[in-house]
């Protein structure tokens, strides 16, 4: 038989659970200003790492990039693009000789045959030049939107969509901004509250943020100038 005082700690906990915590909009204005005045603070300039001279040497960079680090890929483009300059240079080499070529941004042979097959699509489909639009970009091997959105953004300032890579997908979630689980539908969300005329730029500040601040194993929280609006799990501060 209970008790008093355990029927007084029963509706003292029943009163508590009914108690609901104010529900915070994470992807209010405000607080979405408040992001992107601490990025343009942070990263006023922040463009692609990757260097490229032109498009077609943005996407192929943006092609090995996948699955491999914009520092790893700027050692290995230097050289290969001094020796493979154009579209036709590419669209000729053996895969064997790109995939050495490649080898140590990994995935090397998938990302050759893309290479290579883009290269020559654009020969055959596109006069040679890159296209400008999302419909016919995602027609080329081993191009899927985030290539697409680096190279529409980066190369032709068109803004066709954000770009979400690791960085962007994490911090995207970190920061409550979305609860989508691939990056397709996280770019969705994304494009729903940020301005059109910041997915490019937003883009780029996200993932310098996520290089140099919100990292992946141990985001440096204490450094974070928006670290007073986030309630991530995984804090350090």
């Known amino acids: 038989m209970a008790t008093k005082t355990s029927k ?4 003292k906990s029943a ?3 009914a108690i ?3 529900r915070i909009d994470y992807t209010s204005n405000a607080r979405l200003e408040t992001i992107f005045a601490a990025l343009d603070e942070r990263f006023p300039n922040a463009t692609c790492a990757l260097q490229h001279e032109n498009p077609f040497q943005l ?3 943006t092609i090995l990039s996948a699955q491999c680090t914009d520092v790893r890929v700027n050692k ?6 001094q020796k493979f300059p154009m579209p036709h240079d590419f669209a000729a080499v053996r895969q064997e000789v790109l995939e050495n070529e490649i080898r140590s ?3 090397f042979r998938n990302k050759s045959k893309s290479i290579i097959g883009t290269a020559q699509k654009l020969l055959s489909d596109f006069s040679g030049s890159v296209p400008r639009t999302m419909e016919e970009l995602l027609t080329l091997p081993g191009v899927a939107r985030k290539t697409a959105n680096v190279v529409l953004g980066t190369g032709y300032g068109i803004a066709s969509g954000v770009v979400v890579d690791t960085h962007v997908f994490r911090i995207a979630h970190r920061l409550k901004l979305s609860k989508q689980k691939t990056p397709e539908k996280v770019e969705q969300d994304l494009m729903r509250i940020v301005p059109q005329e910041r997915w490019v730029s937003f883009a780029h500040q996200i993932i310098w943020f996520g290089r140099q601040v919100c990292q992946a194993r141990k985001p440096l929280c204490a450094q974070c ?3 007073n609006i986030c309630d991530a799990p995984d804090k350090t501060v």
Do not use: H
């Not at 007084?8 to 509706?11: F, L, S, V």
């Not at 290995?76 to 693009?81: A, Q, R």
């Open 15 to 17: 009163r508590q659970r």
């Open 8 to 11: 007084a700690k029963n509706k």
């Open 105 to 107: 941004t990994g995935f």
């Open 225 to 227: 100038p928006i670290e």
């Open 20 to 22: 609901k915590k104010p």
């Open 59 to 61: 996407l192929a960079a």
């Open 76 to 81: 290995v483009t230097p050289e290969l693009f």
